[in-house]
């Protein structure tokens, strides 16, 4: 898989050459994040566009086995107040971000991936999941050392969470075919990035079919 | 303010022999935070007791005096997810806390203080209003250098609001007489730790008659 | 130990009412942490003072205890550029902080405990151990869900360290006989605030008893 | 300068379409933030290549500029401990980065930009300067809220320093002509990146010539 991306920059070689691209390995306490598929990131007339509709069929199977194995299971939305009162800089450079509030249905988890209860629901208003946000600690607290990240988009919110992920001490695989984005540039610029310096590439099917071995999560809560 | 303080301690003495406690002074940009003046911790048989009805009462006019100014203004909530999804480290040690999900009346501001539109309303699942959430950008990106702190309780999410602000690079002035606690051992305990280490103490008053000669800020919001 | 602390206010009777001191319990990866016990600390002359030294000779026995469970074991000291270019809003309150140089002995690990080879030695420009440092990422990457905290002082630098311990997912022991303070008020308050809502007491020898059932850590590192 | 970066990618229409690519614009207290200038970066046979060298050279006039407008400067160099006792998720992908340490000239800022006393000079171990440092609190006590970004590389570290600057409520100015990045292909994919969502691009003639107009900051440091 990082293979297939390295090639789409000639430029491979130079970081082979120096060093990079080694692979991160899994730890014991997987854990899922799907990134900002909402509404708007799933259509192409507000957010969405390119790879991110066959992303979220392909995530669908991914959350599935997630469940199977009782990993805690995450998911993010950006939300604004009604008010605006949380108006940001990505926001004065993105505006159409502050109509993504709390009732607008564009900002709803896609009906496919719909999040059952004891999952997480993460609001926020930046591109990292973990900006601004108690992602960390809750990741943590659940004993998980090891990131499986899908979502949208590869170059934008998946890209932060990943950097943000690695740099709060988790191990990432993104899921390669569970990762969209509206343009095919970006996108296979930001998978060439992470795969040089912060997570492994894997398809969810070798994923799936790697962690199958893994010992079933307890089903405990933090609270228990 | 802060010698009235520091003479509930004998101890006093050591912390000026080491040079504790030196004024922070004010900067150029201030803001209110108020630190969970919520229902259930107005109320005695929830949360409250102890001064905390009184705290209410003298931050109305602290409230009136930076609305009157255009400070930017924030309120933190402690909220909860319905399903306990968020459950943390905080709410094992206070399992109470999981009670206090968005529609709890016990969450809601009180009536006193009700937010306008425009303030902002920070929901938080931690004792500091920074911790897990992002406060600090949102008075970053509001070019404010000071935070005038009123709230509850002061031993718990006041001053852990107050070390944050000041790890955060602000300069922190506790308004002594809006802050409350439902015991008076930490509530004194908790402002001669803050005068010592993390910022200033202040009447409201006196708060109101230094900082009206400061210029009023723009009312602008972050987006324009 | 809490009920010994609780007794130290009359007002520990509120806060059992109102549902605090539930126990936080242990997890299953512990991690020593010892905040600030550098020589400026242990000399009254300078920093130090109250019953630091006898935390000091208490935490010997945790820390030996903690390498032979092959514990990941971090120490936090102060240290400031010799420039002065990192001043921040704490060295205003406490201006002596910026002569805790990297250079200058005060700020050097006090002999009885020095840091091996391999042991987190982190500089710190704040109280908590995790304000500006990447502390919470180096023991969620050594799979630490449980902190013992030992150092210096109980109401300043370990209580910060706690209350973000807690806000950064783990499970917490304050070790109550390896912690000290330059003055006993501040050290009872400290304590009584710790336990009713932060994290567990217990003295050094109850916890080596109880955790020496663990599994001893893989000594390996990240990058194994 | 935007429109060159984005005509690199046939994208760019979707991105104006959905609305991307706002100018952030300046606020009114600048910093100059030079991103892992080090030796090792400068080196084609270590860490650099491509454009580095150029964006060095680059950098020189504005770190002038910035000095001459006595704007707070801070300089970036990635040290790990000599024993490898802080190697973090980073060094398992990049493990040529455990050679950074703190007496090795490869992380040592490059001579020409040599820093001056009274500068910032950042450790880090993430590919942000803002992960793991205490670098927001740092700019916000110093009454910045514009930064003014250089470094390398383009797709690394800078990419990521700018996300998290923006993410801190920093709005911020990328000097498209002083980052530099190993190869061409991530370099662009970074600036693209950049100007859609995170930063407005402008050379470092433009950001003088603008800039210039600014009011001299005042020279004194956090402490005064």
Redesign the interface.
Known sequence: MADQVLSS???GE??QR?????R??L???PALVIVDLVNGFADPA??G??NIRGAIAETQGLLEFARSMSWPVAFTRIVF?D??????????????L?SLTEENPQSAVVRELAPL?????LRK????AF????L??????R?V?TLVVAGATT??CVR?TV??A???????VVAADCVGD?????HR??L??IA????DLMNAQDIRKLLRSFEKRSAG???D
């Open positions: 920059h000639e430029e130079i970081y120096q060093g990079f691209g080694k991160s390995g730890g014991r306490g507000a957010f566009g390119g107040a008010d605006g009162s949380d108006a940001n800089a990505f926001s004065r450079k993105v505006p159409w502050l209860s004891g999952e997480l629901v208003r930046l591109p990292s900006a601004g946000t108690d960390a600690a809750w990741l943590t607290r004993n050392d170059s934008g932060a950097v943000d690695m740099g709060s001490g988790f191990l990432v509206r343009a095919e540039g970006p610029a930001g060439f990035d040089q310096k912060y997570a809560g933090a609270n």
